[in-house]
């Protein structure tokens, strides 16, 4: 069973930067494409980002487009989100996944990733 375990969030002010984590165990990480997610409160979930299992594509949601960066090492099956220049609007439990099907592209909805992390929360106040 996959395990996805997000770390890195926490309270900041607007303009600032925080790295996110996600460590996966319990599969074979570097052949599945990582995708992140994020639910604000009283809002459904979006995609924010996604990199797929080699770490060469990478796309990402306009709202977030040159202020965040995703990547991967596989050889600490860890998925990471840099965040830079961070918003109030940014503020959500940002969730990292894996894909459902490996060595496939994923997209950017939910139902493409099969495996979820339990969140972190990202506070940016104004």
């Known amino acids: 069973q996959v395990q996805l375990v997000e770390s890195g969030g926490g309270l900041v002010q607007a303009g600032d930067s925080l790295r996110l984590s996600c460590t996966a165990s319990?599969?074979?990480?570097?052949?599945?494409?990582m995708g992140w997610f994020r639910q604000a409160p009283g809002k459904e979930r979006e995609f924010v980002a996604r990199?797929?299992?080699?770490?060469?594509?990478?796309t990402y949601a306009d709202s977030v487009k040159d202020r965040f960066t995703v990547s991967r090492d596989n050889a600490k099956d860890t998925a990471y989100l840099q965040m830079n220049s961070l918003r109030p609007e940014d503020t959500a439990v940002y969730y990292c996944?894996?894909?459902?099907?490996?060595?496939?592209?994923?997209?950017?909805?939910?139902?493409?990733?099969?495996?979820w992390g339990q969140g972190t929360q990202v506070t940016v106040s104004s």
């Open positions: 990199i797929s299992y080699k770490g060469g594509r990478t």
């Open positions: 319990g599969g074979t990480f570097g052949v599945y494409d």
């Open positions: 996944a894996q894909s459902r099907a490996a060595l496939i592209a994923a997209g950017p909805e939910s139902r493409d990733y099969q495996y």
